[in-house]
Structures are given as C-alpha cells and as structure tokens.
C-alpha cells in the first residue's frame, strides 16, 4: 500500500505531526508511506529525520515556495507522481492540503482519504478572520467531503461534532503518538508542572496562569514551564512577571520529550481540543495530566485514573487539581504507569494505522 501525504518543511502544527507519527505506524506494518515536502527549517528538522530513520521516503519538491506558488507547485509535483504510479491513496490532514489533493484525485483518479483534525469553521471563531474566510472554508468543506472516498476524524467526540454540525460521517480514528520518542527514562526537575500550546486564547492560557498564581501561593516549590508560542507571548510574559520565575515562557521547543521525561506533570487547560496530542504525549511519557474536561481530552485522559479533568475555563477548579497531585506522588506516580498502559493500547502508531489501513482499502 502506497500513500501519499504532503507537509511544508517551514510550518509544522499538531495536525501535521499526527500525520508524521501515522506514517510511522504504516511504516512498521509494511505499507508504504510517501511523504512530498518542501526542505525543512532547522527547527523541524528533527522531525523529518524521524521519518527517514524508520526508512521512510521523503520527496523534497522545492525550496522557498510561498503563497500561490506553493501550493500551485504542490498541485504539480503530487499530479505528477500519482499519474507515475507511485502511490495507491492520497491522504490529507488539513484544509488547504485537501483542497489540493482533492484536485489531484480528480486528475489522476487516486482515491483521496481525509483525516479531520478540528472543526476549521469553529475554529475561526478563536481567530482573527477576514470577513471572506468563513465562506472559503465552507467551500473547502464542500468540496472535500465531495471528493473524498473516505473520511476519519480524530476523536470520537470530533466525529460526533462533524455528523450533528453539518451532516459529516466520518470515521473516528484517534491520532497516533510517538511512543518511542516520548518513552525514555529522564531524572525529575523536582515540582515542574509542563503545558505544550500556541500561545492563543483557544490553549486556556489566561485561566492556566491564574490557577498558577494559587499553586504557587500554596506550594513554594512549583514551577510553570510552557513550551510553546504566538501572539500572546508579549501579553503573558507581562502578567507573569509577578511569578518572578516561576511561570516561564520557554518559546518553541524543538525536543518536547526532554521536557515531558523530567517534569512532574502536564496541564492542559484548553477551551476547544478536537484531540489534546501533548496529553497523549505524557501518557507515553508516563506523567500524570490534568486536563480541561472538554472534546477529545476526555478520551485520552481518564479521569481519576491517568490523571484529572477540570472544568473549562475555571482556574481555581484546576489550581485544586494540581495541588492534589503535588501533594500525592505517589497517585501521581500511579496515573503516569496508567497513564502509559492506555497510550501503548490506544494511541500507538501502529495500532492507529492498522486502523487507516482498513480504511484505504475500503477507498480503494
């Protein structure tokens, strides 16, 4: 089985990385995957050599192609190995690669798979938007779920969304991690309490540094680590300076396994998470995580047993949350193992492409 996946080496979100540890996955069942990308930066860079050390195919198409000539150039370079027989099934991760690879199975005749990593309409509403963009990705919508010959979203709770939203049957296939990546052993940085976000409203960010601000009140020796960023850097940093410290903006980190390995746990209290991939990442990290009781972070974090559910949105819900597992190690130590069984049986990459690649044949 030969797939086709498409990714710009300059710009790597969650979606992107989901689809990298798939192929993972279909690799080590002895598919194919195939992935057409632009050179990396040399902040992704790691990522891509993931992939080439599990022996998988990367085509690099085109250095420094932006805007329309990108994806005009995409378009091209994918048209022209599916019409050479290269691939069986196109499969996409995100609007725009849909749009175009959706192009490229009308030409060509290769059935297109597309995997929903969010609601792009609801999404819109947590951004800054231009007054055409709802009406863009309506179309984009459209035309995907047209020419798609099978669809899958990311959770069960997605899925769920998609069908009572806008009429979408999709099939809910969860986002594969990393497992090996996220399983070596590293020494605890004492009390360290990790979130991985954009800094964007969605992430709960604001509601993360007021529970901050009692945890720290209460526990003289924890300390916040969010790796990550966007627009609201400047606006944090600002308001947690009072911390002095011991709330730190740490930016973009290339290796988020070195952070997960040695803190204590992971906090993630987003507003809207189709999936939640850094509560997965703890998991296989064997950390406890404390997570917004919202989407698809309900089916990756039990709660009372891998770790805690809080109530979207409320800081002093969540602070209590962390201050319990502080205060337990051992509980906290226990969530973790749970925490990592559940991972290994539900979210390992080959068990989710073992699930994909049901769904390409049915495609096919």
Known sequence: MRVLFTASGSHLGGSTMAMMNLMIGLRKLGAEPLLLGTEPSQIYRPYFERLEEVGIKIVYWVRGAVG?????????????????GSVDVLHAHTPKEGMVLS?????????LVYTFEGDPLLELRFQERRLYDEALHRQFLREIVRTSAALA?????????LRENYGIDAEPIPNPVDVERFS??????GRTIVTL???????????????????IRVDGEATFLVAGD???RETLERESARLEGRFRLLGFHRRPQ?????CYMLVMPSLYEPFGMPAAEAGAASKPVVASRTGGLQEIVEDGSTGLLHRPGDHED????????????????????????????????????????????EAL
């Open 103 to 111: 192009l490229v199975s009308r030409l060509t005749g290769r059935p």
């Open 153 to 161: 979203a990311c959770s069960r709770w997605l899925a769920s969304h």
């Open 184 to 189: 070596q052993p590293g020494t605890p940085m």
């Open 68 to 84: 329309a000539s990108y994806w005009a150039g995409l378009l091209a370079a994918a048209t022209k190995m599916a019409l050479k």
């Open 258 to 262: 070195e952070l997960l390995k040695t």
């Open 318 to 361: 969540l602070a209590e949350k962390v201050l319990r597992l502080l205060g337990d190690p051992k509980l906290a130590a226990e969530m973790g193992m749970r925490g990592r069984e559940r991972v290994m049986r539900l979210f390992s990459p080959e068990v989710v492409a073992a699930k994909y690649l049901k769904l390409y044949e």
């Open 197 to 215: 976000a954009r800094l964007v409203e969605v992430k709960g960010l604001r509601t993360l540094l007021r529970a901050a601000e009692k945890v």
């Open 230 to 232: 966007g627009p609201m």
